[in-house]
Every structure is written in structure tokens, then in C-alpha cells.
């Protein structure tokens, strides 16, 4: 079965750096996602991306928070000057025709 | 009044014994409505989904959707053990790329 691809599963990252989460979607989807989920959180949404461009943006996703889809094939998160609080699960998701997504396994980011 | 509510349990049940997860939401514009099952740092696995109100089923699962009273239900027939895990509830209107709202979710154990 088709699988959405995370890396790294874990990162540890100090405060102020730069850190880029990297997904590889279903090669037939066309929307894509990214989700964070602070420990014992819920799944929260961050941006969502269609045809080369951002759809949609929450709130959380500020001027820090950037995404590109730079090959075709890879859909990247950067996080530009991480803080403590950017500590969380990020989860990609791609959706096809159907309503439902496909999450990767995700990735933990940690900030010390 | 948050926009998804649900119980985060912990909900305990025998095993053999039927399922009932529930939850409440805030905004009409909500068409699209699923049920994600998440084990501990994994992420969301798709379960089922409906368009607009009704029931659908699918094996032991069956979800309904009462637009009405904003009110979305999923039932486990015949619980497992292998069934115990966070079950997400999650919406949306169909806009901003399809952005989907998630439930805080409710955590299942199933007894054996």
C-alpha cells in the first residue's frame, strides 16, 4: 500500500537554528498538509498546499514557517529560527480524490 | 466554544462489548466528516469517512453523522483488543484545499 515517507523521525535542534522536516507524498496526490501535535495535544493544522502553492495557512504557521515542494517528489517544512515551543510531532499528509488523508509516521522535533 | 469538542476518555471497555465514540461541532459549514484511529506516536490512520448526514458501515465499524444536532458518532461492534488506541474525529468544509479539523480525540482501551 502506497506510504507517505517522513525524515527524519527524530530531531534535535537547538533554539534559533534552522531545521527543515522532510516528507516524500503519494506520488499520484495532489494536496498536501502539515500537522503538529504538541504531546498529549491535538492534531493541529498547519498549511495546506495545492498546485504549487499555499491554500491555506493557520494561524500558527507565521513568517518562521515556510513550505516548498522543490522536486516534484519532496514537500518540505522549514522552520527558519526554532523555539522551544516548535516542540512537537510534525505529521505530512497527501490526499488523493478521496476525503480522507494519508499521514507519514511523522517527525519528533525536540528544541533544547 | 471550540469549533470540535470531544471526550478524550480514557474509555475501558471488555473486550467483545460495542463501541461508542462521539462528537459535538460548532461550525454548519462542516460537510465532510472522519473517523482517524492513531496508536501512541503514529500517525493518524484513516477509518472511515461521510459526505453530509447518514450512516455508513464498513465491517465492524459504522458511523453516523446527525447534521442536525452537529453530533457525529462512530461504533465498534465486537471491540478487540487490537482496537485499543485514540480514535480522531475530524471535518471539513471542503475549502481552503480541503483543510480538515481535528478532535481532540478519545483515548480506548479494550479489555481482554
Known amino acids: 500500500e502506497p506510504e507517505v515517507t517522513q525524515t527524519p523521525s527524530h530531531q534535535v535542534t537547538q533554539m534559533g537554528q534552522e531545521v527543515i522536516l522532510r516528507c516524500v507524498p503519494i506520488s499520484n496526490h495532489l494536496y498536501f498538509y502539515w500537522y503538529r501535535q504538541i504531546l498529549g495535544q491535538k492534531v493541529e493544522f498547519l498549511v495546506s498546499?495545492?498546485?504549487?502553492?499555499?491554500?491555506?495557512k493557520s494561524e500558527i504557521f507565521d513568517d518562521q514557517f515556510s513550505v516548498e515542494r522543490p522536486d516534484g517528489s519532496n514537500f518540505t517544512l522549514k522552520i527558519r529560527s526554532t523555539k522551544l515551543e516548535d516542540s512537537a510531532m510534525y505529521f505530512c499528509?497527501?490526499?488523493?480524490?478521496?476525503?480522507?488523508?494519508?499521514f507519514g509516521s511523522g517527525t519528533r522535533l525536540t528544541v533544547v | 466554544q471550540k469549533e470540535v469538542e470531544q471526550d478524550p476518555g480514557p474509555l475501558s471497555v471488555p473486550e467483545g462489548a460495542i463501541v461508542s465514540l462521539n462528537c459535538t461541532y460548532s461550525?454548519?459549514?462542516?460537510?465532510?466528516f472522519m473517523w482517524y484511529r492513531q496508536y501512541s506516536r503514529k500517525g493518524p490512520e484513516l477509518l472511515m469517512y461521510?459526505?453530509?448526514?447518514g450512516n455508513k458501515e464498513d465491517g465492524r465499524f459504522t458511523a453516523q453523522v446527525d447534521k442536525s444536532s452537529k453530533y457525529i458518532s462512530l461504533f465498534i461492534r465486537d471491540s478487540q483488543p487490537s482496537d485499543s488506541a485514540t480514535y480522531l474525529c475530524?471535518?471539513?468544509?471542503?475549502?481552503?484545499?480541503?483543510?480538515?479539523?481535528f478532535g481532540a480525540g478519545t483515548r480506548l482501551f479494550v479489555k481482554a
Open positions: 461521510t459526505y453530509s448526514s
Open positions: 475530524a471535518m471539513s468544509a471542503g475549502t481552503g484545499g480541503f483543510k480538515t479539523i
Open positions: 499528509a497527501s490526499r488523493g480524490q478521496d476525503y480522507g488523508y494519508t
Open positions: 498546499f495545492y498546485n504549487n502553492e499555499i491554500s491555506e
Open positions: 461550525n454548519s459549514a462542516f460537510q465532510y
